[in-house]
Nanobody, 124 residues
Framework: QVQVVESGGGLVQAGGSLRLSCAASGGTFGSYAMGWFRQAPGKEREFVAA????????NYADSVKGRFSISGVNAKNTVYLQMNSLKPEDTAVYYC?????????????????WGQGTQVTVSS
């Protein structure tokens, strides 16, 4: 049973940084892609970033390009989302998801396994 667990959320002032972690277990992840999504109150879940385990290719939403960086450590089955220059509009619950045999889609329906989410709050 594949499990995905996020950590690292919290409260930060605008302009600050946070690093989220996502640990995957229960599967063989060499052919997986891992994605980060977020959902703010009253809004739909939106794509943030994705990475493919084996090729290392990445994909970012326009709203976070140049500020967020996704990376992965294959040996640890862990993916990180480094978030810099945070803005109040980045406030949301951030979810990590695993996509089997995927390329890192920005469509949440393509992901097979989801974590419970971690809250990120950016104060102005």
């Amino acid at each position: 049973q594949v499990q995905v667990v996020e950590s690292g959320g919290g409260l930060v002032q605008a302009g600050g940084s946070l690093r989220l972690s996502c640990a995957a277990s229960g599967g063989t992840f060499g052919s997986y892609a891992m994605g980060w999504f977020r959902q703010a109150p009253g809004k739909e879940r939106e794509f943030v970033a994705a990475i493919h385990w084996s090729g290392g290719g990445t994909n970012y939403a326009d709203s976070v390009k140049g500020r967020f960086s996704i990376s992965g450590v294959n040996a640890k089955n862990t993916v990180y989302l480094q978030m810099n220059s945070l803005k109040p509009e980045d406030t949301a619950v951030y979810y990590c998801a695993a996509q089997a045999y995927g390329s890192g889609s920005d469509d949440s329906s393509h992901y097979d396994h989801w974590g419970q989410g971690t809250q990120v709050t950016v104060s102005s």
